[in-house]
């Protein structure tokens, strides 16, 4: 069977709370202790955190509300603390790492026991306006900042990766190996044979890696990490998708469902439909079906858990007698009636002789509307379409190539099946579901072994604490040797 969906995309924006301290300005009844700030801290992972005030004997004597408005959103890194100021940002690093880069902090900025200097009010005011302006300048504080910066971009990931750089040779020619023993379909058993052949060509193969339990451990790593970059790819560039499901048994009498995707991969002109996941299921019920489609989507981060969530109120049957479960009068009903009906309108055979410029312009609407495109553009660029079918121009491409995400077979389900029947062979019937996913996913969708690139998935490989083929703190992989007709070989290698 086949699924057809539509769906939003939508991205979560982190916004600071600044509205209590704008609004201290406007309501003259809101006191300083209602005040509330922001303050970032090293200790509550470099994110934002309401600071409450009990009292106002937290802020300087020399301000007023509109003053600790200004600062506290020029400075977001001031905090207050009986009366005085201090940086949240040179509180949270250790002075060890700042005194490294040769840097200082005043132990007055950390402690917030930073206060105004001077006979009156005015010089108050100056004299801690240039306390801020020299501390924001300074080395010290500089350095902090770079120093949060670079926490933020998982530099400890990097520095693991950099001090194994001479171990990544190694490590890639065993999974190049294994990524080509997937892509062949071969068995797990033959990386320990393929690595003492390259051994004996020279090549250095490392100590470890190369048994056939770390054969499927690659090989699901790899696919897991390709199947993450897809999901990656879709969510960041807003694709539109079909996904299309289909359920068979394999030669071990398992149940399997095969789910595919068809959107735009990389270029967005470029519409494929592959495999992307393999999973077994108890029985074939829809209701089965349905929960292990669900199931299998949320294996693969945040974009599917938010799709499988809408999923579950677009599946229109979830009885093997495919008897709908939703009123007839249900409005999706009508919705996917109206899209058949529409997306006629599109192509140039459906067109009369002669129309005017507002012919098809609803249809077009509702299309932009189903496919979360510019419908102004949309409209725009199909009467431009009018003119000259030949072509598409750039306002109608955008909701062209959501209409080619739709279906019309689930043909890659099946090619998937025929795929999946070859890995599950008589002699490894007892693979597990997840390795069956892995290596037909490889064997179906991953590029061919000349393309394949193995530094990304070396490097989530070591950071998730994983070895490489030279780690030393291991046993190596103990080789037998063949004895049955010594004497007869020996006599051969002369």
Not at 17 to 36: M, R
Not at 346 to 360: A, F, K, V
Not at 366 to 394: C, M, T
Not at 470 to 488: A, F, G, M, Q
Request: hydrophobic share 35%.
């Amino acid at each position: 069977m086949s699924g057809l969906l539509k769906y939003a995309f939508t991205k979560t924006k982190v916004i600071n709370n600044d509205n209590n301290i704008n609004n201290s300005e406007i309501n003259p009844n809101i006191t300083k202790q209602n005040i509330v700030t922001n303050e970032t801290s090293l200790d509550d992972d470099h994110g934002t955190k309401e600071m409450q005030f009990e009292s106002d004997t937290e802020f300087p004597d020399c301000w007023d509300l509109k003053q600790i408005s200004y600062f506290t959103k020029e400075y977001p890194w001031i905090y207050f603390k009986k009366k005085n100021i201090g940086c949240t940002i040179c509180k949270g690093i250790k002075q060890n790492l700042l005194d490294h880069k040769g840097s200082h902090v005043s132990s007055e900025w950390i402690n917030g026991e930073v206060y105004p200097s001077g006979s009156s009010l005015e010089k108050k005011k100056t004299n801690l306006r240039k306390k801020i302006a020299k501390h924001k300048s300074s080395i010290a504080h500089l350095n902090a900042q770079k120093i949060v910066t670079e926490s933020e971009k998982n530099v400890m990931d990097e520095h693991i990766f950099k001090v194994k750089a001479a171990e990544h040779e190694s490590t890639a020619r065993i999974f190049r190996t294994a990524y080509s023993i997937a892509k062949y379909q071969r068995p797990y058993t033959d990386l320990p044979k393929m690595t003492d052949l390259q051994i004996l060509n020279g090549l250095d193969m490392g100590r470890v890696l190369q048994s056939n339990v770390s054969c499927s451990n690659i090989i699901d790593h790899i696919a897991l990490e390709m199947r993450k970059k897809i999901a990656l790819d879709i969510i960041e560039n807003n694709r539109k998708i079909t996904i299309l499901v289909d359920e068979s048994t394999t030669l071990s009498k398992k149940s399997m469902l095969v789910i595919c995707l068809r959107c735009a991969v990389g270029e967005p002109d470029d519409i494929y439909t592959f495999l992307f996941d393999i999973v077994e299921i108890p029985n074939a019920s829809a209701i089965t079906i349905k929960e292990y489609i669900l199931k299998s989507l949320v294996k693969f981060g945040q974009f599917f858990t938010s799709l499988a969530n809408n999923l579950k109120q677009r599946l229109f049957t979830t009885q093997s007698t495919k008897v709908s479960s939703v009123e007839s009068n249900d409005p999706s009903r009508e919705i996917f009636n109206n899209l058949l009906a529409d997306l006629e309108m599109i192509s140039p055979n459906n067109w009369p002789d002669s129309c005017d410029i507002q012919y098809g312009d609803t249809s077009i609407r509702r299309l932009s509307k189903i496919f979360k495109v510019d419908e102004q553009a949309s409209v725009r660029g199909f009467r431009e379409y009018k003119d000259f079918p030949s072509s598409l121009n750039d306002n109608i491409k955008p909701l062209m190539n959501a209409v080619k995400t739709l279906a019309i077979s689930s043909a890659e389900c099946e090619r998937s099946f025929s795929s999946m029947n070859e890995v599950v062979s008589s002699k490894r019937s007892l693979l597990t579901s997840d390795h069956i996913s892995s290596l037909a996913f490889i064997n179906c969708t991953g590029p061919p072994v000349n393309n394949f690139k193995p530094l990304p998935y070396i490097k989530t490989w070591l950071v998730s604490g994983k070895r490489s083929a030279i780690e030393e703190n291991c046993p190596k992989r103990l080789k037998v040797n063949d004895k049955t007709y010594k004497s007869i070989w020996s006599c051969l290698e002369k």
